[in-house]
């Protein structure tokens, strides 16, 4: 499963964005999927994931009720819909795949596949 991110950019404060991660190689259908970031000098954090079926989701806490997780599967594409985006949102996002079952763990060991991320930067 190779996974590609896009759809990162300059966005002012209170701004939003849509990430989009776009699998080749296998059916995305087969992989719980999940959103992760890493802003400068941090560790890498979970930030949503969304199970093979997409019905199941979960959010961090610090994205909860601005940020929404979806799948398309004709377009084998996972999308991260950003609204009320914050100055502390300012990271490189991950898109990243798990063979696993479903969780809400958000935890980077259960993703085994990895993209190469896109940047996204809040600022006025």
């Known amino acids: 499963l190779q996974l590609v991110e896009s759809g990162g950019g300059l966005v002012q404060p209170g701004g939003s964005l849509r990430l989009s991660c776009t699998a080749s190689?296998?059916?995305?259908?087969?992989?719980?999927m999940g959103w992760f970031r890493q802003a400068p000098g941090k560790e890498r954090e979970g930030v949503s994931s969304i199970s093979r079926s997409g019905t199941l989701t979960n959010y961090a806490d610090s994205v909860k009720g601005r940020f929404t997780i979806s799948r398309d599967s004709a377009k084998n594409t996972v999308y991260l819909q950003m609204n009320s985006l914050k100055p502390e949102d300012t990271a490189v996002y991950y898109c990243a795949g798990s063979s696993l079952g479903y969780n809400d763990r958000l935890d980077m060991a259960d993703y085994r596949y990895w993209g190469q991320g896109t940047q996204v930067t809040v600022s006025s």
């Open positions: 190689g296998s059916s995305s259908d087969y992989f719980n």
